[in-house]
């Protein structure tokens, strides 16, 4: 079992920046796939962005691509995602999450998910 906890989250003007981490229980992060997915009330959970095991692949939402970093440091079984120029419509909870497999943009194909952690995003 792999448990996820983000942290980061909080409120933010339009335009301005927030990093939020994931850490993970296990040592043997560095064989897991890991994505970041949000999901605004009323609404279905959305892929935001994936990295490979090593961190050396990456992939994103077309909504975020350019303002959004998603990166890993194995080392310390932790992944992040550097939100820059952030807008009203990101508002949403984010959740953190871990496969074996490789990147999928399906929130069905992952089997370890975080608590989620709430960023409000203010115009």
């Known amino acids: 079992q792999v448990q996820l906890v983000e942290s980061g989250g909080g409120l933010v003007q339009a335009g301005g920046s927030l990093r939020l981490s994931c850490a993970a229980s296990?040592?043997?992060?560095?064989?897991?796939?890991m994505a970041w997915f949000r999901q605004a009330p009323g609404t279905e959970r959305e892929f935001v962005a994936a990295?490979?095991?090593?961190?050396?692949?990456?992939n994103y939402a077309d909504s975020v691509q350019g303002r959004f970093t998603i990166s890993r440091d194995n080392a310390k079984n932790t992944g992040y995602l550097q939100m820059n120029s952030l807008k009203p419509e990101d508002t949403a909870v984010y959740y953190c999450?871990?496969?074996?497999?490789?990147?999928?943009?399906?929130?069905?194909?992952?089997?370890?998910w975080g608590q989620g952690t709430q960023v409000t995003v203010s115009s």
């Open positions: 990295i490979s095991w090593g961190g050396g692949n990456t």
């Open positions: 296990t040592r043997t992060f560095s064989r897991y796939t």
């Open positions: 999450a871990a496969r074996r497999e490789d990147r999928s943009t399906n929130p069905k194909d992952y089997n370890y």
